[in-house]
């Protein structure tokens, strides 16, 4: 038997870190989508043979497939808590990804496969974990997970753990948004960049209460998704890789569109709904010229 799932990258439209906790993590506002780009990923039952209850291969070199991929994490963790498949059972569970997500570019795409891997077993052994369990396994996996779980734009707060849904008015102001994704040949490491907000605070981090009030008056009023976007984590991003600030600025010049780095980097997008095919192909040309031939570009929709 085998199973199918998408899953997919996102994007923080909104993301306003407010200080560090005493766990280390930090609290953050967010509003977050998924995108209509990512990986595939496959879980077949197997045969237990001699190996692994759980084996895993990617179609890319430069993905760890050792106990340190959250796959084969969230694995373990479902199979500690339904006891599937245990010990005894003659059957193990062969993954095999479909890597499309950069790495290191605050797009989620390690947490998303961990949750494609609960929803691939999910299916395998329906019914085993769901609802508030399935959730307490995700959290436990990553910090983005949480919104995986949900197919819909959300605001997260936190450390991303608690997930609302977006009102409807608001979702409608995002759903299906065409936009340019774009990520340099350097990575971003997540602790790496909250490690900074912790060392520069307070010059980076949105008091609370601003938090809330910036994302109560968007949602409030009848702006578009460009007066949403915000992310205070660029200061620490920028301060270090220059050529961010300095591509983003030109994109804005140039073209008058709205552009902004996801999560913790270096993944950045730019709003290009109404743009005609020609000023798309413009900023591509752009992109490429600033950072050179190892850059990705996708074109790209919020789901
Ligand atoms: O939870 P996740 O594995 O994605 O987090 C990676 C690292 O990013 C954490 O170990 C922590 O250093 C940092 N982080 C944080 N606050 C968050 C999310 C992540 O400080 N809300």
Not at 62 to 83: C, H, M, Q
Not at 131 to 159: K, M, Q, Y
Request: include cysteine.
């Amino acid at each position: 038997m085998t199973v199918t799932v998408f899953s997919p990258a996102k994007i923080n439209l909104y993301l306003a870190v407010t200080g560090r906790r005493p766990d280390g993590f930090h609290d953050l506002v967010s509003v977050v989508s998924t995108l209509d780009y990512g990986d595939e990923l496959t879980a077949t039952l197997v045969p237990a043979g001699e190996g692994a209850k759980f084996r895993l291969e990617c179609d890319r070199t430069d993905v760890p497939l050792d106990e340190s991929n959250l796959i084969l994490r969230a694995a373990r963790a479902f199979a500690e808590a339904t006891g599937w498949p245990g010990p005894g059972d003659a059957l193990a569970v062969s993954f095999q990804l479909t890597k499309r997500i950069p790495v290191g570019a605050g797009l989620g795409g390690g947490s998303s496969n961990a949750v494609a891997a609960l929803r691939c077993l999910g299916r395998l052994h329906p019914d085993a974990l769901t609802g508030a369990r399935l959730e307490a396994v995700a959290a436990t996996l990553g910090s983005d997970c949480a919104l995986f779980l949900r197919n819909a734009p959300v605001i997260i707060r936190g450390r991303g753990e608690r997930v609302e849904l977006l009102p409807a008015a608001a979702v409608e102001r995002l759903r299906g948004q065409r936009l340019l994704l774009f990520k340099p040949s350097f990575g971003i490491s997540t602790p790496w960049a909250y490690g900074r907000m912790a060392a520069e605070a307070p010059r980076h981090y949105c008091p609370p209460d601003e938090a809330e009030e910036r994302l109560a008056v968007w949602l409030r009023s009848r702006g578009s998704l460009a007066d949403l976007l915000f992310n205070n984590m660029e200061g620490v991003a920028f301060g270090k890789h220059l050529a961010l600030p300095v591509l983003l600025e030109k994109l804005r010049r140039k073209f008058g569109v709205s552009v902004r780095m996801s999560g913790s980097g270096s993944a950045c997008f730019a709003l290009v709904e109404d743009r005609p095919a020609t000023v798309v192909t413009g900023m591509e040309q752009t992109i490429r010229e600033s950072w050179g031939d190892g850059v990705f570009i996708k074109d790209v929709r919020l789901g």
